[in-house]
């Protein structure tokens, strides 16, 4: 007796193929279209809202905002602070990421965790901190002032805030570079009779040397928009210790709206600068850890 089968009912593997791809491709436009919404709301139209509001009265005004001694202290003092605090940042952070990558010794957690400590801590704290080290009722402010050494509301106290906050960047760049090179190519100069300093200068360093730039920008950045901790401990002097982010509050708070917002398009301007530059960079960095990981 022939026995009945039931019809098999089978699915059509393109057809499942499609309807996968086309449900993948239609997520990928929604959540395309999420993150542009979302980039547009909170980015970019405060960044064009702060240029609408700096040309509100004209280009003439908003060249006049630069004019002010004021403005121009606080960016003579944003870029001093900035000259200073980038390249001993850039100095420690070098060091820092060799020791951590190139080297094993007791201790090594414990320095990796103590760079990541300016991105936990706020930065109000942090110039809180310097407030308690150096204020006159501490020993050591009393001892540096009978000396001529003035710390809080003056230049030093807002360097010494501009790097505790900003000191990260550039050793964060470079360690995981650094571990991902590995030791091989400065053992290769050592045996071939490198000392310590040639092999940093010409191995070492060339090999690091567009995580570095990358690293630089990102200080850089920070540094010269840095509000809080300098905030603490710059005591608000106009014309002396009030950078350009210190100079905006100032400015805003006095309803100059027009003054204060040209300042900020200037800061403004920095920040696309830097993106710009972080951008073309960071093509140029990826490309040098996929030549490495490739060895």
Request: charged fraction near 15%; proline fraction near 5%; glycine fraction near 8%.
């Amino acid at each position: 007796m022939a026995m009945a089968h039931d019809p098999v009912h089978t699915t059509d593997p393109s057809s499942t193929a499609r309807h996968a791809t086309t449900e993948r491709r239609t997520s990928r436009f929604i959540l395309t279209g999420i993150a542009l919404v979302f980039l547009g709301l909170f980015l970019l139209l405060p960044l064009v809202a702060v240029f609408v509001e700096a040309f509100r009265k004209g280009p003439a005004e908003y060249i006049a905002a630069f004019a002010e001694p004021d403005a121009q202290a606080a960016i003579r003092l944003t870029l001093l602070v900035a000259a200073i605090a980038v390249p001993l940042n850039v100095i420690f952070g070098v060091i820092a990421a060799w020791s951590i990558a190139k080297f094993e010794f007791k201790g090594k957690a414990f320095l990796t965790t103590l760079i990541d400590l300016p991105f936990s801590v706020s930065p109000v704290i942090s110039g809180l901190v310097y407030v308690l080290l150096f204020s006159s009722q501490t020993v050591l402010g009393p001892w540096l002032k009978s000396h001529g050494i003035e710390v809080l509301f003056a230049v030093p106290g807002i360097v010494l805030a501009t790097i505790f906050v900003t000191f990260p960047f550039v050793a964060r760049e470079l360690i995981p570079l650094m571990q991902e090179q590995g030791t091989t190519d400065e053992e290769a100069a050592l045996s071939l009779g490198a000392n310590g300093w040639q092999t940093f200068w010409h191995v070492t360093l060339p090999n690091i040397k567009w995580g570095l730039l990358y690293g630089v920008l990102l200080c850089n950045a920070r540094a010269m928009g840095e509000f809080g901790a300098v905030s603490v401990v710059s005591g608000h002097i106009r014309g002396l210790t009030n950078t350009m982010p210190l100079h905006v509050e100032i400015l805003y708070n006095e309803y100059n709206f027009v003054a204060a917002f040209a300042v900020a398009s200037l800061l403004a301007l920095l920040a696309l600068v830097t993106l710009v530059l972080k951008t073309l960079l960071e093509l140029r960095y990826g490309a040098e850890l996929r030549a490495v990981g490739g060895h």
